[in-house]
């Protein structure tokens, strides 16, 4: 409450880079601020620098919907998720941030038998990993979600859904600001509008990062954590990725007052529909097929998503679309993340990240300094090694990721 | 309707008619033509809304549907902007975000007592500790958001929308002087031209002023020359050549070769204490009122100006009966001479060199404190005087309203001559005109329209060399007219007055300079972040009103240029629609088989299976079963689909995509086929059936039928072989009749010799069964002797009739999906997305045998299938059987330790074998006959004996006798 009356600054204005530091994170974003976090918490790792493209959280950390759970389909993903859930939920009182995190449930509908076996096999899989989520059906879907249709003659009738008590919305930019103030006061430095465009090689280990400026950065270890664009930077170091980039459309309503707590998701109707603590409806949908940079949002997304979101919520009718966008996903070809090490040494990936890797911001921070504070692959990030391609060991998450946030 | 003007020729209102309304419950008195905005600003309510955040009251603005200050709920819909939106009998409109009402709002108290609690972002600051109380905080904060109010429940749409299509030569955007000039020229040059606008009536900001009788005329004269006038209809973005616009109940979706946009621009507020109370007018929003509904926007007038268009403003105030108590006007020295001396002709005081400090009254304005400005525009605190007024009409400058031109790729470049942000980089496509490009007087707007016009139409290869010349000589002579420096007065567009008490940079979210300047402290140092820390532009006037005004304070807080600061993305929509509008229609297909209402009349339970409307089952799941074990059955597959690939490398093709054979098929003979991704993963199966030496009849599941058919279309373009793919699927209808009697009723329909011999089994014969031309497969999904049929849908029905008919003898009973799910279970045929899913191959879905490795050629998804052979089978899909009955849910998880290992896909009770079946994924290891594994299904643990060969007749003995 005191900090109400102080106006302080949240971080140190930007400081001159300097030729060297022990890591160098490519990427200002949820991943790339929480690993510095985590650097200098657990592991005293303070020489470090966040290069960041445009602003921080500019990229699919300001563009993403919200949302997080950890009901995923594989026990690998639950695992994962479900430790970077609990993260989030000390991490506001931690940052001394609020970072309205809204645990008021998580909601995926099933409207066809086939779905409603994709919720049984999930549930099960969490209820085993120790994460609560359980299938329900109709009525009790009713309590939670009184706004909603639940016409049984639709065409999508709400058959059932597998419910996420944990699951929510939190406010995305505090989690980048709160965490980039977490940087700045454990001693590394951020630099904003920073470009990089080529990372330095030498024997096979990655040395160093140029930046657009022509400017070198020397680097003991250099971290790519930029998402969207995360094949292009590690091709820079000569590394392959099998990450195809597309965007994902969102939209919000003028705020309206409260109707709805939890999150809904329709996988079918490819919609996911939460309403913010402002009020804005905000509604998103799956990626679009292209592969492309361009941020570039479509109408038939816009008119799509309205019109399945008015399939379960048709009093939106009326509700006015205010803002719309998109933001690039990278989408790995089991609909897992790529973790950890690559075959250029002192060179770490967080990518693969799809429609999903602001929900795991926290423990990719954490696992991955801890990868380099103490040389070791943690557990936990183990099956997301790239090199899973190569043996064929995928952990597929297709029907809980690809379109279920 | 005490506050109405006397009449003037430009008004829109029908004196003579009267309409009535309600405002809160109260009855309102409005005239035909006017707006809500304006009845009830005429009726004596000024205040409108209640704000965001602080809840002071609001009113009206800008009358032109900009700002958020009049949003009002009408019948229902939240979000309407009342100063726009025509009045009609008998609708309710009621204020928002307001309780218990509008007068006395109780969430004041904010506003009154909690302002040094609520800095921008209070709410990351708060409520940190104890973390079980958050739910409880967040609640109120939550009560305390919104706007507009929802009904809890709706059963369905209400509200009927519709798309409409249009392609266009020509799209002009801004239907005011520059666009219609525009769009006049190009229609002159034979352009097929739309021009929308968002007002009722075309002419934009001439409307209000003198030229509105011009502004009529040329109305009249495009809509002579055959454009088509879309109005009011708010272009809602730029994406990729389409533009959509909102029209009543339409979403108009327009695309043309060329673009002109003439968007114009957008008057901006003054800053100053009090900025946001009712009485605080935007010039042009003042003159609307008068000039256009005969409303008083007061009684005395002061106005505040940093340029000549509140100069202007204040002769068209004072000549529409309203006195101007005096002109504040920022600038020491600029300024129109010719509009000074016509002020002091009308006795109006100039005070030169000052700005409005503050605008005082508690729910609307009494007067203002005026201050003399230094050099820097800092208020002289000494030289504080006030001026009783009810009215403050002000005028910021302008902004050119460019968001529609930067969606579309445009660049924004800063003009410090004329103080504003120009479109830059324009795609060649697009022509700018009038105000959005920097061409503001009035005469030089309408040739920027003709110029514009003219190159859309030009470049279009309309036209002739004589329109060319005339088109380089307006282009020469726009160019004298808008070179060199701007003209006295357009140029500064600072803030004037002071930056004390609450001074609102941004209406919609209720954020103040001080909120600016504090969150620019607290580290939030460019334009993004500062917007979506103070949420500044991100309300319902999309920046409007506050983008210019952010941006300026940002350079004057940081140091930074405005250039540097620069803008924040411009995303659609540009004006704020509905989600019934986007939507369109309610309309959702459904696919019916041929003999959809016979299963209707036969008691089906029919139900959504993918797009297509099936009978799950007629009412007896176990008697249908039953049916099919002991006589026969019938089952609509119709929803199967059907390809016929044909030409003479038909063979090779399919050889191709699959990983079994299908050059060495025997015509007339039947072959099982999985289909696979690149990395071997199972994507769809069926049967193929090669009907003669270049012809295959494929049959697809019901679901994945599009895709398969996407997938072929796709292969066959690129390895390019001499094949035809005909999609069938729509145009056949398909039974199968299964069932040991199933060829007796058959042999007794069709001349075909059905006997063992010669129709035998995974043979296709073509006959005429009861006179209908057939495709017979012999197939066993369902394990029992069995016939497909697939016939032309026409004649459907009558094969359907006849074979119950001839079967009812045999016992006969239609089945449904329900029981055709059992017995093919019971025969361990997967269903694939059942069984299967996206990392499902071949080789362990029990189906090795299907793969030929020994084909010489690639197939697809080759590679991946040889690296799992290689590496072997690590799961296995298998069969088990569970002695007590107990059916687990599929989905279940099957467990080793504790830990899920595997998953059950199917699971029934048969009723046949008198025992729970289904099939398991499970580590290879466990995969052997015999077998016990654990099921983990919500807690309970349930055991389950491996089965690998099919639970019901595994020699086949039945399907081939």
């Given at each position: ?12 204005p930007t ?6 530091y ?15 976090y985590y ?12 290069l ?8 699919a ?25 609990k ?26 038998d ?8 999930r ?20 309590g ?6 639940m ?6 009738p709400?058959?059932?859904?597998l ?15 709160g ?7 454990g001693?590394?430095?951020i ?9 330095e090689?030498s024997n ?29 930077i ?12 597309h965007i ?8 309206l ?5 939890v ?8 919609v996911?529909?939460?309403q913010?603590?402002r ?6 949908a799956e990626?679009?097929p ?8 479509t109408?038939?997304?816009i ?46 990936i967080s ?18 300094a ?11 990030i183990?099956p ?10 995928l952990?597929?998450?297709l ?7 | ?32 033509g006017d707006?809500?905005g304006?009845a ?23 009358c032109?549907g ?5 949003l009002v709920?009408?019948?229902?819909s ?7 939106e ?14 218990p ?6 969430m ?9 609690f ?13 973390r079980?109380?958050?739910p ?26 519709e ?10 955007v801004?239907?005011g002087v ?24 075309l002419?934009?900001?001439?409307l ?7 502004a ?27 533009v ?23 008057e ?13 007018m ?12 005969g409303?008083?926007?007061g ?11 509140g ?5 068209a105030?004072?000549?529409a009966?309203?006195?101007v108590a005096?002109?504040v ?26 700005g409005?400090v ?20 800092r208020?002289?605190p ?9 009215l403050?009409?002000?005028?910021g400058?302008?902004m050119?309203?460019t ?6 790729g445009a660049k924004?470049r ?30 030089c ?25 005339r ?26 007055g ?20 504090y ?6 140092d ?39 600061v620069?803008l ?20 959702e ?10 299963h ?12 297509w ?13 039953m ?19 044909s030409?003479p ?5 399919l ?17 099982y ?9 199972i ?23 599009d ?18 793919l ?17 060829r007796e ?12 011999d ?12 009861v ?22 849908g ?30 093919r279970?019971q ?10 899913d ?13 793969v ?6 690639d ?12 590496r072997?089978?690590?799961n296995?899909?298998?069969g088990?059987t ?5 059916v ?17 896909t ?13 099939m ?25 004996a491996?089965?690998?060969a099919?639970?019901?007749?595994p ?5 081939r006798?």
């Amino acid at each position: 409450m005191l900090d109400l009356f102080r106006k302080r600054r949240m971080w140190r204005p930007t400081a001159e880079l300097k030729d060297n530091y022990d890591v160098v994170i490519i990427g200002g974003g949820s991943h790339g601020l929480a690993t510095a976090y985590y650097l200098a918490r657990d592991h005293g790792i303070t020489d470090v620098c966040v290069l960041e493209k445009a602003y921080i959280g500019s990229g699919a950390a300001g563009r993403n919907t919200t949302i997080l759970r950890s009901n995923y389909k594989t026990s690998e993903g639950a695992r994962f998720y479900d430790a970077s859930v609990k993260l989030y939920e000390g991490l506001g009182a931690e940052l001394n941030y609020n970072l309205l995190f809204s645990q008021e449930g998580h909601l995926t509908l099933a409207h066809t038998d086939r779905a409603m076996f994709v919720m049984v096999e999930r549930a099960e899989v969490n209820r085993l990993a120790g994460i609560d989520s359980r299938v329900i059906g109709p009525e009790e879907i009713e309590g939670l979600a009184p706004a909603m249709a639940m016409s049984r003659d639709a065409v999508h009738p709400v058959m059932g859904a597998l419910y996420h008590p944990p699951g929510g919305i939190i406010r995305h930019d505090a989690v980048v600001w709160g965490l980039a103030r977490g940087v700045d006061r454990g001693g590394a430095e951020i630099h904003p509008y920073r470009e990089v465009t080529g990372v330095e090689r030498s024997n096979g280990r990655a040395t160093g990062v140029t930046l657009s400026d022509g400017t070198r950065v020397g680097a003991g270890m250099v971290v790519n954590a930029t998402a969207g664009w995360s094949s292009t930077i590690a091709s820079m170091a000569g590394v392959e990725l099998p990450i195809t980039t597309h965007i994902l459309q969102a939209f919000v309503t003028e705020p309206l007052k409260p109707l709805l707590d939890v999150v809904i998701v329709s996988s079918q109707m490819h919609v996911y529909i939460s309403q913010t603590d402002r009020g804005e409806f905000l509604i998103g949908a799956e990626i679009e097929p292209w592969t492309t940079y361009r941020q570039q949002g479509t109408l038939n997304f816009i008119q799509e998503a309205s019109r399945h979101t008015l399939e379960l919520f048709p009093q939106l009718e009326r509700a006015r679309i205010l803002r719309s966008w998109a933001g690039l996903c990278d989408i790995s070809p089991d609909f897992s993340p790529i973790l950890g090490d690559t075959e250029v040494e002192n060179f770490l990936i967080s990518t693969g990240w799809g429609t999903y890797g602001f929900k795991a911001a926290p423990i990719v921070g954490k696992t991955i300094a801890e990868r380099i504070g103490t040389g070791t692959t943690p557990d936990l990030i183990e099956p997301f090694a790239l090199e899973r391609f190569y043996r064929d060991r995928l952990v597929s998450e297709l029907g809980a990721a690809a379109v279920s946030h | 309707m005490s506050e109405r003007l006397p009449p003037n020729p430009r008004e829109r209102i029908n004196r003579a008619r009267t309409i009535n309304f309600s405002f809160d419950g109260k009855d309102v008195e409005a005239y035909d033509g006017d707006t809500i905005g304006s009845a009830l600003h005429a009726s004596g309510q000024k205040v409108l809304s209640r704000s965001f955040k602080y809840h002071r009251p609001r009113g009206l603005l800008c009358c032109a549907g900009q700002c958020p200050n009049c949003l009002v709920d009408v019948d229902g819909s939240p979000g309407v902007r009342a100063c726009t939106e025509p009045v009609r009998a008998g609708i309710k409109v009621t204020h928002m975000n307001a309780k218990p009402s509008l007068d006395f709002d109780v969430m004041r108290a904010t506003d009154l007592f909690g302002k040094p609690f609520t800095p921008p972002g209070f709410y990351y600051k708060t409520f940190i500790r104890p973390r079980r109380l958050w739910p409880l905080y967040e609640k109120v904060l939550r009560n305390a958001a919104g706007l507009g109010r929802l009904a809890k429940r709706q059963a369905d749409r209400e509200w009927r929308t519709e798309y409409r299509r249009r392609r266009a030569d020509v799209l002009v955007v801004g239907g005011g002087v520059a666009g219609m000039a525009a769009a006049l020229r190009a229609a002159e040059l034979g352009a097929d031209v739309v021009l929308m606008d968002d007002g009722p009536e075309l002419g934009g900001a001439m409307l209000a002023g003198q030229d509105a009788d011009s502004a009529k005329e040329l109305a009249e004269s495009i809509r002579a020359a055959g454009v088509e006038v879309l109005a009011p209809a708010a272009a809602l973005g730029f994406f990729d050549g389409l533009v959509p616009a909102w029209q009543g109940n339409t979403l108009h979706q327009v695309r043309a070769d060329r673009h002109i946009a003439a968007t114009g621009s957008i008057e901006q507020p003054l800053i100053f204490d009090g900025n946001d109370l009712p009485g605080v007018m935007l010039c042009s929003g003042a003159e609307r009122l008068a000039s256009l509904y005969g409303v008083r926007p007061g009684e005395t007038a002061v106005v505040a100006t940093t340029t000549d268009r509140g100069l202007e403003s204040a002769l068209a105030l004072q000549e529409a009966g309203i006195e101007v108590a005096g002109v504040v006007d920022a600038r020491a020295g600029d300024g129109s001479e010719e509009l000074l001396g016509a002020l002091a002709a009308a006795g109006i005081s100039v005070h030169r060199g000052t700005g409005v400090v503050k605008a005082f009254g508690r729910k609307h304005v009494r007067g203002v404190v005026v201050a003399d400005l230094d050099d820097e525009g800092r208020p002289d605190p000494a030289s504080k005087r006030g001026i009783d007024c009810d009215l403050v009409a002000v005028s910021g400058g302008t902004m050119p309203a460019t968001s529609l031109l930067l969606q579309a790729g445009a660049k924004a470049r800063w003009d410090e001559a004329s103080g504003s942000y120009l479109p830059d980089g324009v795609p060649s496509d697009i022509r700018v005109a009038g105000a959005v490009a920097g061409h503001e007087p009035r005469n030089c707007a309408a040739k920027s329209g003709a110029v514009a016009g003219a190159e859309a139409a030009l470049s279009l290869g309309l036209g002739s060399e004589e329109d060319r010349a005339r088109l380089q000589a307006d282009r020469a002579s726009l160019l004298r007219e808008t070179e060199g420096p701007a003209p006295a007065g357009q140029a500064r567009t600072q803030d004037a007055g002071s930056r004390n008490g609450k001074c609102f940079a941004c209406l919609c979210e209720d954020v103040t300079t001080k909120d600016i300047d504090y969150a620019i402290e607290e580290g939030f140092d460019s334009l993004e972040l500062l917007k979506r820390y103070t949420t500044v532009t991100m309300g319902p006037c999309q920046g409007r009103m506050c983008q210019l005004a952010s941006i300026r304070q940002m350079s004057e807080d940081t140091g930074a240029s405005i250039e540097e600061v620069g803008l924040t993305t411009a995303r659609p929509p540009w004006s704020t629609v509905p989600m019934g509008v986007l939507a369109g229609r309610p309309f959702e297909p459904a696919k019916r088989s041929a003999v959809h209402g016979r299963h209707r009349e036969l008691g089906g339970n029919v139900m959504w299976a993918g797009d297509w409307r099936r009978a799950y089952d007629y009412g007896d799941v176990r008697a249908e079963t039953m049916a099919v074990h002991e006589g026969a059955g019938l089952i609509d597959v119709s929803t199967l689909g059907k390809l016929v690939v044909s030409g003479p490398e038909a063979g090779a093709f399919l050889n191709l995509l699959y990983p079994n054979r299908f050059d060495n098929l025997k015509p007339g003979r039947i072959r099982y086929g999985v289909l696979g991704d690149d990395a071997g993963r199972i994507t769809d199966d069926g049967t193929i059936c090669r009907l003669d030496e270049n012809s295959f009849y494929v049959t697809t599941t019901s679901s994945g039928a599009d895709a398969v058919e996407s997938w072929f279309s796709w292969w066959l373009a690129e390895w390019k072989l001499d094949v035809q793919l005909t999609d069938v699927s729509q145009g056949l209808s398909a039974f199968n009749l299964a069932g040991p009697r199933s060829r007796e009723i058959l042999s007794g329909l069709t001349e075909l010799d059905c006997s063992n011999d010669s129709f035998a089994y995974l043979d296709g014969k073509r006959a005429n069964v009861v006179g209908v031309p057939c495709l017979m497969l012999r197939i066993g999904f369902v394990g029992e002797l069995g016939y497909e049929l697939h016939c032309p849908g026409p004649l459907a029905e009558h094969l359907w009739d006849s074979l119950l008919e001839a079967g009812a003898a045999h016992e006969i009973r239609p089945f449904g999906l329900e029981p055709q799910r059992i017995l093919r279970l019971q025969k361990m045929h997967i269903l694939v997305g059942q069984d299967t899913d996206a990392e499902s191959n071949p080789l362990e879905a029990a189906m090795p045998w299907i793969v030929k490795f020994e084909k010489e050629e690639d197939f697809i998804g080759r590679w991946a299938l040889e690296a799992v052979a290689e590496r072997g089978a690590e799961n296995k899909l298998i069969g088990f059987t569970i002695e007590n009955g107990t059916v687990p849910t599929e989905g279940a998880a099957v467990v080793v330790d504790g830990q899920p290992v595997g998953l059950v896909t199917s699971s029934r009770f048969s009723p046949k074998l008198e025992r729970s079946i289904g099939m398991a994924w499970v580590p290879a290891a466990l995969a052997e006959d015999g077998t016990t594994i654990t099921v983990s299904d919500e807690g309970r643990q349930i055991s389950a004996a491996v089965q690998t060969a099919p639970f019901y007749d595994p020699d086949q003995e039945l399907l081939r006798g």
